[in-house]
Every structure is written in structure tokens, then in C-alpha cells.
């Protein structure tokens, strides 16, 4: 029996990185995806190589700052569907600045994106969740949320938010049977953390502060991400679970 089978699962950001990963194993398993994503083609493509691969996937045209697209991704699911189990909030956006100079439009469009994007879906998302009788929802967060670089504070305030506001969801909605959890990833090779892991000088002093001594890949967070969305972690709520190689670990 595959880990998945009978579940309907959202993915938002999923048309590329960790997202794709997570809507790709989720397929593998049986569920039936949707990917939703602000860059259509790449919503498309991930959906065919699901299907390709004999999965089940539908693409969704939605950017989770935009409260009309969110209702209307809601709304397509539930016409689809009728209810979700599986919701992963991993749109999200990365911005470097020294905190000095980060004006408000800067600190708005992260804010926007990684915190305001997630308690829209998690809040629209929960008539569905709750008609499934067993959801889920995981955030991504980030090893940024407890451990720091210069010039992530607007990223990593972001992120602790997330952290904060699955651990307070979790205990909200408990009583429907929709457990909250969420992933703190380390430095996971993707589109978003290219500036670091292509250049030569930053990607040997991360990979050298990294005990497992290598970047993590999509699917090392999308394996996280499967057991927490699988029965298998049926009595798990609240917690977060860190994919880093051991790097927040020291010192
Ligand atoms: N890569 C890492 O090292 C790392 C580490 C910790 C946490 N994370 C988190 O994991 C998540 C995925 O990161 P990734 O590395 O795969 O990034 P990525 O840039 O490769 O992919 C992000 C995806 O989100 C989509 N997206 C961006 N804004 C959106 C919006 N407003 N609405 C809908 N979709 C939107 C993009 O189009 C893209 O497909 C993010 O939340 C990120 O903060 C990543």
C-alpha cells in the first residue's frame, strides 16, 4: 500500500525546488497533487512529469498574495475534490539586505509572501481540511528562524513567524483533527539559494560548517515532508522537524 493513497494534497510553490520535490514524492505515494504556483509554465511542466511518471496532478495558477487567487484555488479543489488532506505552505521568498537598509516595500513583499501567504492558506484552506476528517498542514520554515547569517533578519523574522504560527495553529485546530507541523530546512540546493551554493568561496565555508559535509537536495526535505503528511505521523502536532546535515547543530 503506498503511503499516500486516497489523499489530495496542495503545494503551493510547487512548480519548481523543494516544492516540485514534495508534490513529486507526495504523487509517488499515491496522492492526488495539486501544484499551485505564480509561474504557470513551470505549474504545467510539474504537473506532466507527474502524470508522466503515472501520477496524479493538476496545476494551479495562484499567487498566495492575492486573496482572489487563493479563494479560487480553494474553489477548483473543492469542485474537484470536495476536501483536502494534505496542505504544504511552501511559496516563499528569500531577501538579502543589511537590516538598515530594508524599507518597507522590501520588508512588506517578504512579509507578504512568507507569513501572510501561509495564514491565508492555512485560514481559507480550513473548511476542506476539516471535511477530510484527517488533514494536515506542514509550513516551511527554516533553520533561519533560530540560527543566523548577516543579512537574512527580514527572511529569518519571517520564518520564526511561521514557526510561532504552527505550534498556535496546531493547538487551534486540533479539536478537526488537522494536525500543524513544519520543516526548518538548512541550505537545501534550489533556485532560491543559488547565490550561496554557486559560489565557490561561500559554498566550501557552508559546506564545511555542515557535518554531513554536502548541500541537502529537494528530496531530502521532501522525505521529511512525506512522513509528516503520512498516517505514520498520525499522533505528531506542532513540531518541527529540521532537514539541515546537522549544521544548526553546532556551534
Ligand atoms: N532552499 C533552501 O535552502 C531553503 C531553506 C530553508 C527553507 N526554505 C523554504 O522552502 C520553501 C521553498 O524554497 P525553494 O528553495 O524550493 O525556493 P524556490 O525559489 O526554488 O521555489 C519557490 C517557488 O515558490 C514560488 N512562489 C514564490 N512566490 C510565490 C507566491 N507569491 N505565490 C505562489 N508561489 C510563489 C516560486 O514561483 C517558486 O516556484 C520556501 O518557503 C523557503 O523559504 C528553503
Avoid: W
Amino acid at each position: 500500500m503506498q503511503r499516500l493513497e486516497n489523499k489530495i494534497a496542495l503545494v503551493t510553490g510547487a512548480g519548481q525546488g523543494i516544492g516540485q520535490a514534495m508534490a513529486t514524492q507526495f504523487a509517488r505515494e499515491g496522492a492526488e497533487v495539486y501544484i499551485a504556483d505564480l509561474d504557470e509554465t513551470n505549474a504545467r511542466t510539474a504537473s506532466e512529469q507527474i502524470a508522466e511518471a503515472g501520477g496524479s496532478a493538476h496545476p494551479l495558477v495562484a499567487d498566495v498574495t492575492n486573496p482572489d487567487d487563493v479563494a479560487a484555488m480553494y474553489e477548483q479543489i473543492k469542485s474537484k475534490s470536495g476536501h483536502l488532506n494534505i496542505l504544504v505552505n511552501n511559496a516563499g521568498i528569500h531577501i538579502r539586505t543589511d537590516f538598515r537598509h530594508a524599507d518597507d516595500e522590501t520588508v512588506d513583499k517578504v512579509f507578504d509572501v512568507n507569513l501572510r501567504g501561509v495564514i491565508r492558506c492555512a485560514r481559507e484552506g480550513f473548511d476542506l481540511l476539516r471535511a477530510s476528517e484527517n488533514g494536515c498542514i506542514i509550513n516551511l520554515s527554516s533553520i533561519m528562524a533560530e540560527n543566523h547569517v548577516r543579512q537574512l533578519s527580514i527572511y529569518a523574522t519571517t520564518k520564526g513567524g511561521v514557526s510561532s504560527l504552527s505550534r498556535a495553529l496546531a493547538l487551534e485546530y486540533a479539536p478537526y483533527n488537522i494536525r500543524v507541523n513544519y520543516l526548518l530546512p538548512g541550505f537545501i540546493d534550489t533556485e532560491l539559494t543559488k547565490r550561496f551554493t554557486k559560489n565557490p568561496v561561500i559554498s566550501k565555508e557552508l559546506i564545511d560548517r555542515t557535518p554531513l559535509r554536502r548541500f541537502g537536495t529537494p528530496d531530502d526535505v521532501a522525505k521529511a515532508a512525506l512522513y509528516l503528511a503520512s498516517d505514520d505521523a498520525a499522533f505528531i502536532t506542532g513540531m518541527g522537524l529540521t532537514v539541515d546535515g546537522g549544521v544548526s547543530i553546532t556551534v
